[in-house]
Each structure stands twice: as structure tokens, then as C-alpha cells.
């Protein structure tokens, strides 16, 4: 018979641990006071390194590592999960699987309110479910997958605050004398554990992404694309690879600031950012440089087919039409500069300059124009090939 455990708010259980009648079966389970008092100093003993981890370490790994033992030492289940919600598709996947059949789980997905743990995560309640074949919520797919047979279930939601991150589910660790209290408090404690370690992995890895990010177009900032250009610069030369620099700076940006507002000035460089995002290979990274000036950086990509790319790009901004949706119907031109890795320099500074340089000469000359470093400005692509460069 399903044992629920039910909450009436969404406040962690509180359980008085200073008397034993509220842990009954628990000195017949482990048959004597010292294996009691052995057990509950042990459980002191995983807070302790548990809170230590958390305070000494921003690394999920080490976190999810230590609970992972701890559930294997204290509940012995046959094999456990750690269940996270993808909120996007409103499915569970398996983050962590430890024991007989988890390698089979690794692409495996359970829509919300599917299965025992998608019923845990749906209604935020743990569960006991002492003979899966008498529940009719069992998923029995899981058990095809890892070619095991799965006899009981105990399942718990990881919350933080008010909101399920996911479950932690052990399989085949409910006993002839049951799950006790004890033992499920526990694995709620280490289910809190794991939902303030999951949460600080995700402020960590937002406060990077704010690091890296340009508010205005999402696109990732200069300081971040000081760091690629290194990156990729080791690789290169490593490889013996060939990439380009693309600057780009938009002409005349100041007059749509200067009649238009500087908010509309904003929606138009997220837009145009994202065009150029659209229009680069997955391999390709797009910066927001400063001001109305965007940086591409193409890996592999080699001077020429450079060259072909930005007129392509030339055209595709001097063509569009920008802010139709808000009754604008903006168009602006770009001049645009190209220098490339190894032909043109070997180091950072030298290609930031050379390609600076190229689109200072484009504006310079007569703007809406494509410049080259040791080349100079290109004549216009012709209608055909603009058609097919890139």
C-alpha cells in the first residue's frame, strides 16, 4: 500500500529527534542502542561534511558526490536518481543514476506527472510505494531499460523554496518492516542539501553569463571576446588553423538616437545583434564591441571566404529594414573591416588593430563599404555572388 507523506505548507518536515518514541521500529531495525547511537552520530557526522561542502565549494559535482555516498551508506537501495525538471519541456531527466541499470537512463525523459517521480515533481509530495505493482502510477518503461525489476519506490522532491527542481528516487530500499521515519527524514534533509547546491550552481552559472553578456543585445561583451581571441589564437597555432575578424560599425547610428530616442536606439542594435547572430555558423561568436560597433570572430575560416562573408553581411544590413513591427522601417548602412589569422598577424593586439584599422579606413573613405587589411576597400559584391557568398 502507497504510504503519501503530505505537508500542509511548504516548510520543511520538522521532526523533535530528542525522544524515541518518534522512531519507532528504529532500535528493532538496527537491534541495538549502540547501532542507534552509531547511526545517529553518522548522520551528524554527513551534515557536518555536507554543510562544509556547500560553504567551501561552489562546485555542484562535489555536493551531488557526497550525497550521492551518503545515500548508498545509510538506505542501500539497489540503484538511486537524481531527477532534475526541464521546465522548457516540463520533463524530468536524469542528472545523476548510481547503481544496477543507471547507465541505461542517460537519455531517458519522464513527462511531468508521468511515473512516480513525474508525480512526486507534479504535486511537490514525497511518496512511499512499497509494491510498485499495486500502484497504478508505475512507469514501467524505466525497468525495460535497465533490465532490472523494480519491487518498491521511495521518492522525494527537491525544492527550493516553493519551487521543485526536481526528485531523488531510491529504488528496492523499502525493508519487510518498511521505510522508517527516520530514514526518510533524511533523505528529505539530503534532498535539501542537493536543492541549495543545485541552486547555487545556477546563481554561479548566471552571474557568469552577466559577465560575459552585453545587456543591450545579448550578445556576448569585449571583455569575453578578449578571452575567445586567446583561446583561439592557442588553437590555431596548435592546428595550424586559419580565422578572421570581422568589425563592423554601423553609419550614422547617432541620427536614429538623435530622432528616435535612445530606446528605440536600443531595440534597433538587439535586432540588428541578433541578425548577425542568425546569419553566423554555430562555430562562430558575435560581441557587441561598444557603442554601435559588433566583432564576428569565424574559427577556421580563411581570409578570402572572410571577405566573401562580410560583403554578404554588407548587404544583408544594408537591405533590410529595420522596426517594422513598431512603424519604423529604419535603414542604415555598415563599414566593415577584415584582418585575419596568420596572414595578417599572429597576436591579439595585432588583429584587434588590423581590423579596426580596415573599418576606420572603410568610414573614412565613403562609409557603407568593406575594407580589408593589406588590401583595402573592396568593390561591391556583384548581384550574383552576393547572392551565394558565406
Known amino acids: 500500500m502507497e504510504r503519501r507523506v503530505t505537508r500542509k505548507s511548504k516548510q520543511p518536515l520538522r521532526r523533535p529527534v530528542n525522544t524515541t518514541e518518534n522512531f519507532g521500529g528504529v532500535e528493532r531495525r538496527r537491534r541495538t542502542m549502540d547501532r542507534g547511537d552509531h547511526r545517529e552520530a553518522g548522520e551528524v557526522a554527513v551534515f557536518h561534511e555536507l554543510g562544509k561542502a556547500l560553504t567551501s565549494s561552489l562546485q555542484l559535482d562535489q555536493v551531488l558526490r557526497t550525497i550521492m555516498e551518503k ?35 542517460k537519455d531517458v525523459r519522464i513527462k511531468l506527472g508521468q511515473g512516480i517521480a513525474g508525480w512526486v515533481a507534479q504535486h511537490d509530495e514525497a511518496v512511499i510505494v512499497p509494491d510498485v505493482s499495486q500502484d497504478t502510477r508505475f512507469f514501467s518503461k524505466v525497468d525495460e531499460k535497465t533490465k532490472m525489476e523494480t519491487r518498491s519506490i521511495v521518492a522525494v522532491p527537491v525544492r527550493y523554496r516553493d519551487h521543485c527542481l526536481g526528485v531523488i528516487e531510491l529504488i528496492n530500499c523499502v525493508g519487510s518492516e518498511g521505510f522508517q521515519e527516520r530514514d526518510l527524514a533524511l533523505l528529505e534533509a539530503l534532498a535539501d542539501f542537493a536543492a541549495i547546491a543545485l541552486e547555487n550552481a545556477r ?16 550578445l556576448y561583451n569585449a ?44 531595440r534597433l542594435l538587439w535586432e540588428i545583434g541578433n541578425a548577425l547572430k542568425a546569419h553566423c555558423r554555430l562555430i562562430d561568436f558575435a560581441f557587441r564591441y561598444g557603442g554601435d560597433e559588433f566583432v564576428l570572430l569565424l574559427p577556421q575560416t ?50 584587434l588593430h588590423l581590423a579596426d584599422e580596415a573599418m576606420y579606413l572603410a568610414k573614412n573613405t565613403n562609409r557603407d563599404s568593406v575594407a580589408v587589411a593589406n588590401v583595402g576597400i573592396l568593390e561591391p559584391l556583384p548581384a550574383a555572388n552576393a547572392e551565394t557568398a558565406g
Open 302 to 351: 580563411s581570409k578570402d571566404n572572410a571577405m566573401l562573408v562580410a560583403r554578404r553581411l554588407h548587404k544583408m544590413l544594408r537591405e533590410a529594414t529595420w522596426l517594422p513591427g513598431e512603424g519604423l522601417n529604419i535603414k542604415l548602412t555598415a563599414s566593415m573591416g577584415v584582418a585575419s589569422y596568420p596572414v595578417d598577424s599572429r597576436t591579439k593586439e595585432g588583429l
Open 71 to 105: 545515500i548508498d551508506e545509510f538506505l542501500r537501495p539497489d540503484t538511486w536518481s537524481l531527477l532534475l525538471l526541464d521546465e522548457s519541456k516540463q520533463e524530468l531527466y536524469f542528472e545523476l543514476a548510481v547503481g544496477k541499470g543507471s547507465q541505461a537512463l
Open 203 to 218: 546563481h554561479v552559472k548566471r552571474i557568469h553569463e552577466l559577465t560575459i553578456t552585453d545587456d543591450c543585445t545579448t
Open 223 to 266: 571583455r569575453h571576446m578578449g578571452f575567445i581571441l586567446e583561446t583561439e589564437i592557442y588553437r590555431s597555432q596548435r592546428y595550424n588553423y586559419e580565422f578572421s575578424l570581422i568589425f563592423i560599425d554601423l553609419d550614422h547610428f547617432k541620427q536614429v538616437n538623435d530622432t528616435q530616442g535612445h530606446l528605440v536606439g536600443s
